[in-house]
């Protein structure tokens, strides 16, 4: 029996997801920075500051970025004092931008970049001392096999921390939410990126994806502990971070 999952508000075959995915990010791929700015109003930078805050990769760290893109988390990582960072993403255009990216700001030291899937880390287990997702792990067809994966590279003492659109928790500003996220990012999609499509996927993407509640219990059954997250922007975004003892 053929096994599906989801693609936003869609039914797929499990196995076509991931190429799904990965056209949908070659798309976006060239404008994806200023469609974050447009999408988020902005705020994707304040919400990326607290991510890194709470990564806390210090100057002995090695942090793994997985769903990297185009090198936001890690570039802010290597201002904080990260000793490296892994960039890691499935998809070869987006770490394509992020490799321009880091020419121009003269940061190539300390990177390294990895094209692989997720839910198979190309590292040993015990490699890294922190690893990261922002805005990635809805997209991945196995969430848990991501976790799992996430926990395996870990160092004991090691922390994972994620960062996703969540469940928002101010009833008034949902029909809002809906609006924006339904009607004005298409929208805006289809005007500076051509792209309509890819965005109401992105849109739909997010409210597929687990709360807060269900995705800590995700973490634990990974194997995580003292699993916690911190709402943003009301639980339009959420950081969930576990450690591994």
């Known amino acids: 029996m053929t096994q599906t999952t989801d693609f936003g508000f869609r039914t797929v075959e499990r196995e076509a997801k991931a190429s799904m995915v990965r056209d949908v990010f070659d798309s976006v791929a060239p404008k994806y920075d200023v469609m974050n700015d447009l999408m988020s109003l902005g705020l ?20 793994l970025d997985l769903a990297a893109g185009t ?25 394509g931008v992020g490799q321009g990216r880091a020419l121009q700001k003269g940061m190539v030291e300390g990177l390294d970049f990895i094209c692989c899937d997720a839910e198979k880390i190309p590292l040993p287990s015990g490699s890294v001392e922190r690893v990261s997702m922002a805005f990635g792990l809805r997209n991945c067809t196995d969430k848990d096999a991501v976790l799992r994966e ?6 004991p003492g090691g922390r994972m921390c ?15 939410y809906d609006t924006w996220s339904f009607k004005v990012l ?6 500076i990126a051509n792209d309509a499509d890819s965005y109401q996927y ?7 994806f687990p709360d807060q509640p269900t995705l800590a219990g995700m973490m634990e059954r990974a194997g995580f502990e003292r699993v916690k997250w911190q709402n943003l922007t009301g639980g339009i975004v959420a950081i969930h971070t576990g450690w591994k003892f």
């Open 71 to 95: 090198g936001d988390v890690a570039f802010l990582a290597k201002k904080r004092g990260a000793k490296k960072v892994i960039l890691a993403d499935i998809n070869a255009a987006m770490l």
């Open 162 to 176: 994620v960062l996703e659109f969540s469940s928002l928790e101010v009833e008034a500003l949902k029909p809002v």
């Open 186 to 191: 298409p929208a805006i999609g289809a005007r």
């Open 44 to 63: 994707h930078r304040a919400w990326k500051q607290a991510f890194v805050a709470a990564i806390g990769a210090g100057t002995g760290d090695t942090l």
């Open 202 to 208: 992105l849109a739909e993407s997010i409210r597929m």
């Open 150 to 155: 996430g926990f395996r590279v870990l160092r």
